[in-house]
């Protein structure tokens, strides 16, 4: 399908704003692009939280040409007064001509108002171009918005028969390079991500984002004994931060020489991951990653902390009865009460394929 000029433009902005993936949290990824007879003079996106939007640099880059133009930009512009001025009173004193808007702020309390102040001062605005990508693009931001709570995702590599280990737990690795490289990819877009004591003890993983490039999320580990190696990849906080949540007191002596480590230790009692995801919002983040077994992943599923699943299956089958899969007992037992997933979306990477769905909120 070819793209008209302004859906290339609104997709030129989603691009900008994708320079800052993984590092506006709390505030959405927005990029501007200002035209002037089909030109582009001036572009920004926001770099992250405290620095100015995306439209202050579109502005500053185009200067006067700004004058009669007409601006795009995948979220609503701000009009209050938050770290930075609103705006929309950039771009009305910039004497723009046309706004067009990918979607609109979320935010009950200010939506359609950084619309209506543009219209109100004679600025022709257009709403809803390339809408489901900017929505898409941008579905952490909202959820968060809406629901106080950081958005979840679990990403799980599994072989065709369905098991995440073998009997013994080994499970280096179920998927080829390229799948890893994809999630890779995807610890970049997260703001944090999280696996249980089990899998520190079994699998020792970096959670890094390896050749994907920056920034790391911060890598969290749940564990309610604290029974933990005290040599692991990540207790070396060189490359990333590491968090370690654990209940309170319990084993101050390894809470010690994590902190010395460089390790940050919290306690949470009790330690769901309902919690932490409470504790994160608190953080500011926006998503968080959950890549550990099973044991975790149907908690985290019970208790809401699941929003979006990304499965990566390998054509190889691994057998054994007691071989773990990638959720472990959500207490259902008629086919009825099943977790329904929706908007599927499906494709191969390397020898793997991959599977992702959103959970059906009812
Ligand atoms: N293929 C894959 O995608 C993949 C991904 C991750 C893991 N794995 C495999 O999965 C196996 C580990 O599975 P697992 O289910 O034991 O995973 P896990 O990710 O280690 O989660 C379980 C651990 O989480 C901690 N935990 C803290 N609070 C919890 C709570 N409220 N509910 C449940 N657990 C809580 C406990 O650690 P403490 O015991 O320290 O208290 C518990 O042992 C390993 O064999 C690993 O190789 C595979
Ligand atoms: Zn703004």
Redo the contacts with the bound molecule.
Sequence with gaps: MTLNFDQEMMQYCLKLACQALGKTAPNPLVGCVIVQDKKIVGEGFHPGAGQPHAEVFALRNAGEKAKGATVYVNLEPCNHFGRTPPCTEALIQAEVAKVVVGMVDPNPLVSGTGIQRLKDAGIEVIVGLEEPDCQQLNEAFVYRILHQKPWGILK???TLDGK??TTT?H?SW?TGTEARQKVHQLRVACDAVI??????R??NPWLTTHEAGEPNPLRVV???????PKQAHLWDTQEAKTLVITEEGVNPDFQQFLQNKGVEVAELSP???AQVMAYLYKRQFLSVLW???????A?ALVDGSIHKILAFIAPKIIGGKTA?S?V?DLGLTQMTEALLLERMTWGSVGKDFWIEGYLFQT
């Excluded at 696996?195 to 520190?200: A, F």
């Excluded at 890549?291 to 992943?297: I, M, N, R, V």
């Design positions: 799980y590599a599994m995440i280990a737990g499970s179920v696996v249980g004591g089990n899998t520190v079994r699998d749940m564990s309610r004994t604290l029974d933990l330690l769901t991951p890549e550990c077994g099973g044991t975790l992943a908690q773990p990638p472990a």
